[in-house]
């Protein structure tokens, strides 16, 4: 039996989104930016495209940016805040210590430029408190960035209260959404948010095509120099195929999110109910606030590479964080920021669920994950030593 459980790392294309980009490739295949009939024509499918997405996400046409993902986007947004903040003299950002990489390595890379970089706790259930946000926020503040939902453990952070104190303080905020689109309720209006980033390969869409919202009357940075494509502030020409086939994606996503929703964590359940039990391991994130998809958990006294591949031998992907970490040895810096021990935090298992799964497939992680890790533990001398301590 073939699994796909690493829906956090990316997605099945829908077959919906996939009709609806062969055209594109095939027979609608001018540039929007030439003045003939065939240019004109893929405009116009264009300009629709992104009235689609502000539609889902609450927001205006203008506010709606194509970007080539979710890493792109990050990048723009907190470059935008921290130029707009820089020309006023503030230079301080504030975030969270769990973000994606897009987010962390850009605030590292302004952190050499001469920013400073609150990085907020998460505490062990893997949730920003809004009032950590309130009491970071200086003088000298000019973007606070936290993500929607966390890609390795699936903690939803509470958006819409840090986007109001961040609009009381008159602080830009930004939201990682990667995660959250098209997975659970996003209106830009609901959360406060001045910005917001996603991907649509997150969602069922294809690979390398997003869309940054960013609110009217934000000069949004300038990454990509060159013609005069999304308003002279991204050039380059459109990416057709991929940005017809985000908006079918999303679509297909927002209209079935509840049902999907239920299923999903239907089947997450399922798993937890199945796997919890083995000893000496943990469910990591709070999950009362949470993605209906993600589990996450750590298993004492063995490897979590080895653990996957012995999966993946048995037919299920599955990941152990993120995919940006894999191939690296350090430990999640995710499972760390929520004081999981570098030891503990090497066992680690990300299941991601999606409305594409089975629970005949889950069946097949609870008996295989059960065996694999005693298994593992068998021949492992981290397990010896930590149950011959115990007697
Ligand atoms: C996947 C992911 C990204 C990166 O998106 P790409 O489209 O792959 O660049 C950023 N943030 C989060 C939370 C993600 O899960």
Redesign the pocket.
């Known amino acids: 039996m073939k699994v796909y459980a690493d829906n956090?790392?990316?997605t099945k294309l829908s077959v919906n989104a996939l009709n609806a980009m062969m055209p594109f490739m095939k027979e609608i295949y001018g540039n929007p930016s030439s003045l003939h009939t065939a240019g004109q024509q893929a405009k116009e499918y264009l300009e629709q495209a992104r009235e689609d997405i502000a539609d889902l996400i609450g927001a205006k046409p203008r506010e709606i940016y194509f970007t080539?993902?979710?890493?792109?986007?990050?990048n723009q947004a907190i470059r935008t805040a921290a130029y707009i903040g820089a020309k006023k003299g503030k230079k301080h950002i504030i975030s969270s210590k769990f973000?994606?990489?897009?987010?962390l390595h850009t605030l590292s890379a302004l952190e050499k430029e001469g920013f400073s970089v609150t990085l907020l706790d998460v505490y062990s259930v893997g949730i920003v408190k809004s009032e950590d946000v309130e009491n970071a926020i200086t003088e000298d503040t000019c973007l606070v960035t936290i993500?929607?939902?966390?890609?390795e453990i699936g903690t939803v952070q509470p958006i819409a209260e840090i986007g109001e104190i961040c609009r009381k303080k008159g602080v830009l905020f930004h939201t990682?959404?990667?995660?959250a689109v098209g997975h659970i309720p996003v209106h830009v209006n609901d959360m406060n948010v001045d910005m917001l980033?996603a991907?649509?390969?997150?969602f069922h869409g294809p690979?390398?095509?997003?869309f940054l919202y960013v609110k009217s009357g934000i000069p949004l940075k300038n990454m990509i120099e060159g013609g005069a494509q999304e308003r002279g502030k991204r050039a380059g020409t459109e990416n057709m195929p991929a940005i017809i086939g985000m908006v079918a994606a999303l679509k297909e996503a927002v209209e079935h999110l509840d049902e999907n929703a239920k299923k999903i964590s239907a089947m997450r359940d399922r798993l937890i109910d199945g796997l919890q039990g083995i000893e000496r391991s943990r469910i990591n994130g709070d999950l009362s606030h949470h993605l209906p998809g993600t589990l996450n958990m750590c298993f004492e006294g063995i490897e979590g590479e080895s653990l996957l591949l012995l999966l993946d031998m048995r037919g299920i992907c599955a990941s152990s964080g993120?995919?940006?970490t894999s191939g690296s040895l350090d430990p999640s810096h995710v499972l760390l920021s929520i004081g999981v021990p570098v030891e503990i935090a090497h066992g680690s298992l990300r299941l991601s669920i999606s409305e594409y799964n089975t629970m005949e497939e889950m069946e097949h992680i609870i008996k295989s994950v059960p065996e694999i890790v005693s298994y593992l533990r068998s021949i492992s001398p981290v397990w010896e030593k930590i149950t011959s301590e115990e007697k």
Do not use: P
């Open positions: 956090a790392a990316t080539s993902g979710g890493s792109e986007g990050d973000e994606h990489h897009a987010v993500m929607t939902a966390n890609n990682d959404a990667v995660q980033s991907s649509a390969h997150k690979k390398g095509i997003g993120s995919a940006c």
